[in-house]
T-cell receptor, first 117, second 111 residues
Framework: GAVVSQHPSRVICKSGTSVKIECRSL??????MFWYRQFPKQSLMLMAT?????????EQGVEKDKFLINHASLTLSTLTVTSAHPEDSSFYIC?????????????FGQGTRLTVV | GENVEQHPSTLSVQEGDSAVIKCTYS??????FPWYKQELGKGPQLIID?????GEKKDQRIAVTLNKTAKHFSLHITETQPEDSAVYFC??????????FGSGTRLSIRP
């Protein structure tokens, strides 16, 4: 199947700093990518929809100025957690549907474990 | 709204027995229902999916059923094995392939 690569897999940062997470579709083009956050023992909660060439769409309750999303190409979306705080510590996962096969299986990255100290 | 409910939250079965996880969804327009298995520290892995034009799909020990009228779908695992222990998520697609997840079921297989 298609491959989505997410980097880094783990990151530790100090409070107040920013962290960038990359999500790449390796063998297909993704005009849309999705960013999820998962707290321990909880489900994956959709944060935002990343749209290539336009602004991201954020879910209710997600601060767009804190979680900056850039989808500059058909294979790359980035999520930047700005001014990170300990409560932002979580598992962040991206996914991308193959645009040829829209409305079908989405492919997930490996996830990024963010720890803010 | 976009919602997927999943039950039970935890499930413990004897090795060799069957496990069933049930989900309901809110949007009648949803037409794709994947199931994911997630192991600790990893992203979700697709194990089986079903589209709205079929009522049942089977892949070896795993099967999924869909009742579109009732907006219910279920995962069935037969002859459970220790490696089946994990967290399982149902999901439903909404607009533009947005996937909304259920709350998850922690499945434990007792030896």
């Amino acid at each position: 199947g298609a491959v989505v690569s997410q980097h880094p897999s783990r990151v530790i940062c100090k409070s107040g700093t920013s962290v960038k997470i990359e999500c790449r579709s390796l063998d297909f083009q993704a005009t849309t990518m999705f960013w999820y956050r998962q707290f321990p023992k909880q489900s994956l909660m959709l944060m935002a929809t990343s749209n290539e060439g336009s602004k991201a769409t954020y879910e209710q309750g997600v601060e767009k100025d804190k979680f900056l999303i850039n989808h500059a190409s058909l294979t790359l979306s980035t999520l930047t957690v700005t001014s990170a705080h300990p409560e932002d510590s979580s598992f962040y996962i991206c996914s991308a549907p193959d645009r040829v096969l829209m409305n079908t299986e989405a492919f997930f990255g490996q996830g990024t474990r963010l720890t803010v100290v | 709204g976009e919602n997927v409910e999943q039950h039970p939250s935890t499930l413990s079965v004897q090795e060799g027995d069957s496990a069933v996880i049930k989900c309901t969804y809110s949007d009648s327009a949803s037409n794709y229902f994947p199931w994911y298995k997630q192991e600790l520290g990893k992203g979700p892995q697709l194990i089986i999916d079903i589209r709205s034009n079929v009522g049942e799909k089977k892949d070896q020990r795993i099967a999924v059923t869909l009742n579109k009228t009732a907006k219910h779908f279920s995962l069935h695992i037969t002859e459970t094995q220790p490696e089946d222990s994990a967290v399982y998520f149902c999901a439903a697609t909404y607009s533009a392939s947005k996937i909304i997840f259920g709350s998850g079921t922690r499945l434990s297989i007792r030896p």
